[in-house]
């Protein structure tokens, strides 16, 4: 395995480091003084637009992208430390249009999309131009199989018509929101993996309507994670990506990848509260001591460094076995991480909220809020408990045909 970096990804990570501490970070108070000031939690804050401009003259846009064409051409070794540093604010990924589920949705497009979808909506979409969510979720069932999703796409004459109810639906506030990727079935009576099929449907589709915005743990995150009813949506057939019954394997193509940047990003939220509780504990003093001279503290800040360590290795190797063998054969490792990193992250980011005390559940740091996104990648693509169960069910394969090779 090798993790070294080339030296484009050397270069690029020097220039968005020096992104980060010379726009991004000082964004940060201007980003939450827009967003207290504007008439609804879910406006789109300026700055955002100025840092989008600030990373295209930069050169750091669309770094996820392994095609060099369209995105940074990097592999997935070489994007996992660019992912990191991004992980580190919750708006870098937007400034550098790496943000999901974008990210997810333009590597639909330009895996399996035509021309016309390409130009339509792709083009934009990398610009930065517009906004796109993926309509999988729905309230009704559990959506953890998706094999239960049940909304109905059906075919009339040139078009699909599409009735149901999806919630979760992230961008879904988001102003420059045009487009959304929308699982459904177009045939129930296929076999279980074939019922299901992706189609495009514009924001404005008469029949589209946004009920509400979830709020997560009380916060409403400004693009919103919304609840959409689609009472008769007709859209033209050429909206379908990539024909009838192949909803599934879209979605598997779509979900390693952003997997896999979520851990990513976790890690770099994760070195962030590591150093802020570093800072703390040697800043404050009780019992005329440093904080951070109680072994207990001194014990998480070990514990947490390796945990990290740890997680970041984990992922580097699942992100190596992408680049040597592809997504589909990597898709159990990136079950591993997709439970294992937030865990970590979480413990490592609820300690840092214990050493800053009353602090550290406010807004003044950044940490609540950490958590609380955090929280939600436990549940977001795919829960925990699905994860090791595709973990699970490898490893009892593997250590039955240990048993029946022992046996011959
Ligand atoms: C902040 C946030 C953003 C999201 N963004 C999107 C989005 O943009 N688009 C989208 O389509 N969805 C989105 N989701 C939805 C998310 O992907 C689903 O919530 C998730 O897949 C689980 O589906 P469910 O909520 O229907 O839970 P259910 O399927 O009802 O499962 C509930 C629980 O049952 C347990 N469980 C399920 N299966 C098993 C099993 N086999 N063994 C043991 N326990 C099991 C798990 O603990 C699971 O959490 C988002 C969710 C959140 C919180």
Redesign the pocket.
């Known amino acids: 395995m090798d993790f070294g970096s080339s030296d484009r990804a050397t270069e690029l990570r020097d220039r968005l480091q020096a992104f980060m501490g010379e726009h991004v970070l000082p964004a940060e108070p201007v980003w939450a003084e827009q967003i207290r000031s504007a008439p609804s939690p879910h406006s789109h804050p300026p700055v955002i637009e100025q840092l989008k401009a600030e990373a295209k003259n930069r050169g750091l846009w669309n770094l996820f992208l392994s095609d060099a064409e369209h995105g940074a051409g990097l592999t997935n070794c070489e994007y996992a430390p660019l992912a990191e540093i991004m992980g580190r604010t919750w708006i870098a990924a937007e400034a550098c249009n790496c943000n999901a ?1 974008d990210t997810g949705n333009m590597e639909v497009l330009h895996e399996f999309g035509t021309p016309e979808q390409k130009q339509r909506w792709l083009a934009p979409l990398l610009a930065g131009d517009i906004r796109s ?6 309230p009704d ?5 998706a094999t239960n999703i049940a909304m109905q796409i059906k075919r009339d004459g040139d078009s699909y018509v599409l009735n149901g109810r ?1 919630w ?4 879904a506030m988001h102003p420059n929101l045009a487009i959304l990727i929308v699982m459904g079935k177009t045939d129930p009576s296929a076999p279980a993996y074939q019922q299901q099929s992706m189609v495009l449907v514009p924001i404005d589709t008469p029949g589209l309507e946004v009920v509400r915005s979830l709020p ?1 743990f009380g916060y409403h995150d400004p693009e919103g ?1 919304g609840e959409l009813l689609f009472n008769d949506v007709r859209v033209p057939i050429e909206n379908i990506i990539a024909g009838e019954g192949m909803g599934f394997l879209i979605a598997q193509a779509r979900l390693g990848p952003g997997r896999i940047h979520h851990c990513m990003r976790a890690i770099g939220a994760a070195e962030r509260a590591l150093e802020l509780m570093c800072d703390r504990a040697d800043e404050r003093e009780t019992f005329g001591k440093p904080v951070s001279h109680n072994a207990n503290i001194r014990d998480w800040i070990a514990e947490s460094r390796i945990e990290l360590e740890m997680a970041r290795l984990l992922v580097l190797k699942t992100a190596w076995l992408m680049d040597e063998v592809g997504n589909q054969h990597a898709r159990i490792e990136i079950s591993g991480i997709k439970f294992a990193v937030p865990e970590i992250c979480l413990k490592i980011v609820d300690r840092a909220i214990q050493v800053h005390g009353g602090g550290g559940v406010s807004d003044d740091f950044p940490l609540a809020a950490m958590y609380a996104h955090l929280r ?1 990648l436990r ?8 994860h090791k ?1 595709s973990l699970a069910r490898q490893e009892l394969r593997r250590q039955r045909d240990r048993r029946k090779a022992a046996q011959v």
Do not use: Q, R, Y
């Open positions: 589920p969510a993926f309509a999988m979720t729905e069932v559990a959506s953890s199989d999806k979760w639906i992230t961008n997560v994670h939600t549940l977001a693509d795919g829960p925990d408990e699905v169960l």
